[in-house]
T-cell receptor, first 113, second 114 residues
C-alpha cells in the first residue's frame, strides 16, 4: 500500500510553545490529507481536511488559529499546534487517500507539560 | 451524528477461535467499507476493504461479510492469534477518491488469549 510518513512519533513540549508535526506521502502525490486526533480508547476524530495549495477545511469545534495546517506541496502537509496547553495533549494522526484505500501515518504522541 | 455503529466495544477470544466484529451504517450513499487494525501508539493500518457490489471478500484469515439490504458489514478473523490483539475500526465513505473522508466506527478492542 501507499506509504505515509509522519514525524515526529512523539514530542514533549512546554505549555505555551508551538509544535509542528509533518506528514509526507512517500510514493504518491496527495492533493488531500486528513488530520485526526485520537484520545485513549476512542475512535479517530477528524480535525481538518488539508488541500494542497488552498486553505484547510476545519471540522466544527476545531480552533483553526490553534491548529494551523499548511499543505504547500503534493507530498507534505504540516499541523502546527500553537500555544500548546496540557489539554492539547493527544495522539495526532494524518492520512491520505489513494485509489485502493486510505493510509495513515504512524501518529504523533504530543505531551504538553 | 454517528453514522457508523460498531460492536462489540471489546472482545476476548481464545487462540484459534473466530473473532467477529459488526458494523452498521445509515448513509446509503456509502460505497466503500474498509477495516483498520491499530496497535497501541501506532497509526491505523488498512486490513481489508469491500465495495457494496460483492457480499463477501476474503484475504487470508480476514473476511468481510456485507449485507447491503440490512446496511451491515462485519469482519471475521479466523484462527485468531495473540498477535491479532489490537483495536479494530470499521469505516465507510461515499467515494473512493482522494478527497473523500472516512467515517469511523467506535472501535473494538480485541484480545486473543493464548
Amino acid at each position: 500500500g501507499a506509504v505515509v510518513s509522519q514525524h515526529p512519533s512523539w514530542v514533549i513540549c512546554k505549555s505555551g510553545t508551538s509544535v509542528k508535526i509533518e506528514c509526507r506521502s512517500l510514493d504518491f502525490q496527495a492533493t488531500t490529507m486528513f488530520w485526526y486526533r485520537q484520545f485513549p480508547k476512542q475512535s479517530l476524530m477528524l480535525m481538518a481536511t488539508s488541500n494542497e495549495g488552498s486553505k484547510a477545511t476545519y471540522e466544527q469545534g476545531v480552533e483553526k488559529d490553534k491548529f494551523l495546517i499548511n499543505h504547500a506541496s503534493l507530498t507534505l502537509s504540516t499541523l502546527t499546534v500553537t500555544s500548546a496547553h496540557p489539554e492539547d495533549s493527544s495522539f495526532y494522526i494524518c492520512s491520505a487517500r489513494v485509489v485502493g484505500g486510505a493510509f495513515f501515518g504512524q501518529g504523533t504522541r504530543l505531551t504538553v507539560v | 451524528q454517528q453514522q457508523v455503529k460498531q460492536s462489540p466495544q471489546s472482545l476476548i477470544v481464545q487462540k484459534g477461535g473466530i473473532s467477529i466484529i459488526n458494523c452498521a451504517y445509515e448513509n446509503t450513499a456509502f460505497d466503500y467499507f474498509p477495516w483498520y487494525q491499530q496497535f497501541p501508539g501506532k497509526g491505523p493500518a488498512l486490513l481489508i476493504a469491500i465495495r457494496p457490489d460483492v457480499s463477501e471478500k476474503k484475504e487470508g484469515r480476514f473476511t468481510i461479510s456485507f449485507n447491503k439490504s440490512a446496511k451491515q458489514f462485519s469482519l471475521h478473523i479466523m484462527d485468531s492469534q495473540p498477535g491479532d490483539s489490537a483495536t479494530y475500526f470499521c469505516a465507510a465513505s461515499t467515494r473512493e477518491t482522494s478527497g473523500s473522508r472516512l467515517t469511523f466506527g467506535e472501535g473494538t478492542q480485541l484480545t486473543v488469549n493464548p
